[in-house]
C-alpha cells in the first residue's frame, strides 16, 4: 500500500491503480486494509476523470467509517478523507493547464511582489486562480461524499458556502500543490534547504525557491504563474524546519492509526 502510495505522488496513476486493485480484491471486506484501498482506488480513477467510477468507491468508503463506533476517529477520518477529496479535485483540473512550462524569472519576480502580502491574502489569491472547472468538481465530489454521513456528523463539517469560497479553496489548493513541492523544497540534501536552514540571506534573494517550485510544477504540467509563485511566496515566509515539518503531506493510512 506505501508503495503503490508513492507511485501515486509521482503521478505514476496507471501502476498505482493496478496495485490498488490487486490489494482490494484480495483484501478481506470487513478491514480497514479494505477501506484504505478502496479510497486510493478512488484517487486513481479521479486523476484520470473517471468520475462515475470513483464516486461509488467514495461512497463505500465513507459508508464503511459510519460503522467506526468511536465518533471522534470516525469525524477525524471523515474530514480528513473529504479534505483529499476536494484537493485531489482541484488538482486533477489543474494538471495540464496554463500557458505552457514555468520560467524560473517569472516565478521570482511574482514571488517578490506576493511576498509583500500577508499569508492569508496569497491564500485568496491562490483561490481566484484556481480554474473554474476545478471549482466546479470540488462542488460536486464535495456534496456527493457529504450525503453519505449522517446528519449529526454533518454538522461538524464547514457549511458549504464557506467550504468553497475563496480563501477555503485556497487552503485546499495550497494542500495539494505542497503535496508536489514538498519533495523538491524539503529535499534536506540540496542546496536550497542547506542555505535554507542555514537562513542564508542569499536564498531569499535569489531565484532559489522560484526554481524549485518551477521544477515540480512542470514535472505535474501545472503552469499558472500565480499558483507556483504563491507557494514559493508562504514556504519564504518560514524557516526550513518549521515549513518542512508542518507541511509534510500526511497519508490516510498514517492518519487512521495515530491516536486521537
Do not use: H
Not at 501515486?8 to 496495485?19: K, P, S, V, W
Not at 514555468?102 to 496569497?122: G, P, R
Amino acid at each position: 500500500m506505501w508503495y503503490f502510495e508513492t507511485l501515486l505522488d509521482t503521478n505514476q496513476t496507471a501502476n498505482a491503480e493496478a496495485g490498488f486493485y490487486g490489494i482490494r480484491n484480495k483484501a478481506n471486506k470487513q478491514t480497514r486494509l479494505y477501506l484504505e484501498a478502496s479510497f486510493f482506488l478512488a484517487i486513481c480513477y479521479l486523476r484520470q476523470k473517471r468520475i462515475r467510477e470513483a464516486k461509488p468507491l467514495l461512497r463505500g468508503v465513507l459508508a464503511g467509517l459510519n460503522k467506526e463506533q468511536t465518533a471522534p476517529t470516525r469525524q477525524f477520518l471523515q474530514k480528513r478523507i473529504i479534505e483529499r477529496i476536494e484537493e485531489e479535485s482541484i488538482l486533477v483540473e489543474l494538471i495540464g493547464t496554463g500557458c505552457g512550462e514555468l520560467k524560473e524569472k517569472q516565478i521570482q519576480d511574482l514571488t517578490v511582489e506576493l511576498v509583500k502580502l500577508t499569508e492569508d491574502e496569497v491564500l485568496d489569491l491562490l483561490g481566484r486562480n484556481i480554474p473554474y472547472e476545478a471549482f466546479k468538481l470540488l462542488q460536486d465530489m464535495r456534496a456527493d461524499a457529504i450525503l453519505q454521513l449522517s446528519v449529526p456528523d454533518r454538522k461538524l463539517l464547514p457549511a458549504p458556502g464557506f467550504a468553497t469560497g475563496e480563501r477555503a479553496v485556497g487552503k485546499r489548493a495550497f494542500a495539494v500543490l505542497k503535496r508536489i513541492g514538498w519533495k523538491t523544497l524539503c529535499d534536506s540534501k540540496s542546496p536550497l534547504y542547506v542555505l535554507w536552514a542555514k537562513n542564508v540571506k542569499e536564498v531569499y534573494s535569489t531565484s532559489y525557491f522560484s526554481a524549485a517550485i518551477v521544477q515540480a510544477f512542470n514535472n505535474w504540467r501545472i503552469g499558472i504563474p500565480f499558483l507556483a509563485a504563491g507557494v514559493s511566496a508562504i514556504a519564504m515566509r518560514y524557516a526550513a524546519e518549521e515549513f518542512c515539518l508542518s507541511t509534510k503531506p500526511d497519508s490516510i493510512m498514517e492518519i487512521r492509526r495515530k491516536k486521537t
